[in-house]
């Protein structure tokens, strides 16, 4: 295995053992509250792609988004310190900062996304995002995919399909399967699954119809990461677009996963697929950790929304949030990342591909940029499920300092979204733990 410890950082010896913190968690905060790994990880550190735990031993962070340009940067701290030692303050006073990242941000977008609304989080974004469209057609129904997570307000509860919910879906939501020409047992062609897809938004769209909710929305992440970064037929969502508007509903594009350069091809995930969505939500990377999100529109929209309702928000578009985000839009700039998610995830694909191809329970490399995932198949060697395989790769991985997970429909692609920050360098070194990991399968 490859020495994968941070030459830069020198560890910081945090309060309590891992077993200690544990222990003390569920007293306070309860034994559902989720940890990753069979033996949850203590940390106390972070710079760049590195993070520390208690113990001193250093990581490789393959996995999290929210620190988009690197664990603890620099530019990003010294932004939110200046503007905390100046003032903290909501938006029903003037402050600079606060439209300067406005603008910086509206800037980024395509023609006819031109307004913004600050929140806390892409929880917060997208229940928003439902108030809008719910004013604007006058209906209630929702389509999402049948796999998929958007946020944990009451109101996003009712449409989350990927995470158990004690209600299940409201009677007005619809979810449908976003077809994959890569997803196990698959069999039609490109044009057949595109036909199979668009059938059933057909069939959902007519069931809202008929039950009286009409069509509000449709809310999708442009990735589809939740279900497991699927690889789709040409046009389909082109189509689907059609068909909403068709209907009288909206299209939002939830961007919290696949925004702010991530694809590296694009500074939105939407634009991959040539449309331009009536609503883009955002979140977690937008403020590199520091709580923020936003919705970005159209001016008539928005403008419609608010002559109806007073939308306030104490905390959201504060002008330490906003001195965080125009942080990370500097340094995506001033470091070029999203030419560096493209060659780095390029490389990164070349090489995963190798891999694939090298064991017989490797059936798909996934995603694009820097989000990708190898999807997994039972393995024929050792009996083991593909779920199983997953698991004991993450786990198999950790054990050798570095940091991934998975995600999919059956838990069967492992997902790997690293900081913007994720150079080749680094990623010679999650192919060769990766490596390592498959061969001890």
Same mark, same amino acid.
């Given at each position: 295995? $490859?020495? =994968?410890?941070? $030459? ?32 949850? #990880? ?9 993070? =520390? ?30 503007? *905390? ?28 996304? %031109?307004?913004?609304?600050? =929140? ?36 996003? *509860? ?5 995470? $158990? ?36 938004? %057909? ?17 999708? !992440? ?12 040409? &046009? ?7 068909? #909403? ?8 594009? %939830? ?22 969505? %009536?609503?883009?939500? /955002?979140?977690?990377? /937008?403020?590199? &950790? ?43 700039? !001033?470091?070029?990342? /999203?030419?560096?998610?493209?060659? =780095?995830?390029? &490389? ?11 064991? !017989? ?25 593909? $779920? ?13 300092? #570095? ?37 001890? #399968?």
């Amino acid at each position: 295995m $490859p020495n =994968t410890q941070n $030459p830069r950082s020198r560890p910081k010896q945090g309060k309590g053992s891992a077993s200690g913190l544990l222990a003390r968690r569920r007293q306070t905060l309860g034994v559902h509250s989720p940890l990753f790994y069979d033996e949850p #990880i203590a940390l106390v550190s972070g710079e760049g792609v590195w993070v =520390t735990d208690v113990d001193g031993r250093t990581y490789l962070d393959a996995y999290n988004n929210v620190p988009h340009v690197g664990h603890c940067n620099p530019v990003v701290v010294e932004a939110i310190c200046a503007q *905390a030692s100046q003032l903290n303050i909501h938006t029903r006073y003037l402050n600079s900062q606060v439209i300067d990242y406005a603008e910086e941000l509206v800037a980024t977008f395509g023609a006819g996304l %031109d307004k913004v609304s600050f =929140t806390n989080s892409g929880s917060e974004a997208n229940d928003l995002a439902f108030r809008i469209a719910n004013q604007r057609t006058g209906n209630t129904g929702i389509i999402v995919s049948d796999f998929s997570y958007h946020g944990n307000t009451s109101l996003l *509860a009712d449409v989350t399909t990927a995470l $158990p919910t004690r209600n299940g879906l409201s009677d007005n939501v619809r979810a449908i399967r976003i077809p994959d020409l890569d997803a196990a047992g698959n069999d039609l062609s490109s044009a057949l699954l595109f036909e199979k897809g668009i059938r059933e938004l %057909d069939a959902a769209i007519e069931s809202l119809n008929n039950e009286g909710f009409g069509v509000s929305a449709f809310l999708f !992440d442009p990735l589809f990461s939740t279900e497991g970064l699927c690889r789709l037929p040409d &046009g389909y969502l082109q189509a689907l677009q059609q068909r #909403i508007h068709a209907a009288g509903g909206l299209v939002i594009s %939830d961007e919290v996963q696949s925004g702010f350069g991530r694809t590296g091809e694009a500074m939105w995930g939407h634009e991959l697929s040539g449309l331009t969505p %009536d609503i883009v939500t /955002m979140g977690k990377p /937008m403020g590199n &950790g520091h709580p923020i999100g936003g919705v970005v529109t159209r001016a008539e929209l928005l403008d419609e929304f608010g002559a109806a309702n007073l939308y306030f928000n104490t905390f959201a578009g504060n002008p330490v949030s906003a001195a965080a985000g125009r942080a990370v839009l500097q340094v995506m700039n !001033d470091e070029d990342l /999203m030419a560096n998610a493209q060659s =780095t995830g390029s &490389g990164l694909k070349d090489g995963l591909e190798q891999l694939a191809a090298r064991f !017989d329970f490797v059936s798909a490399v996934k995603g694009r940029g820097l989000f990708f995932g190898i999807e997994l198949l039972s393995d024929p060697k050792t009996g083991l499920s593909a $779920p199983a395989v997953t698991k004991k790769l993450v786990e198999n991985m950790k054990s050798n300092n #570095i940091l991934i997970s998975k995600v999919g429909r059956h838990e069967t692609v492992l997902k790997m979204r690293p900081p913007l920050v994720f150079n080749k360098s680094h990623a010679e070194l999650l192919l060769e733990g990766l490596e390592a990991s498959l061969n001890n #399968i």
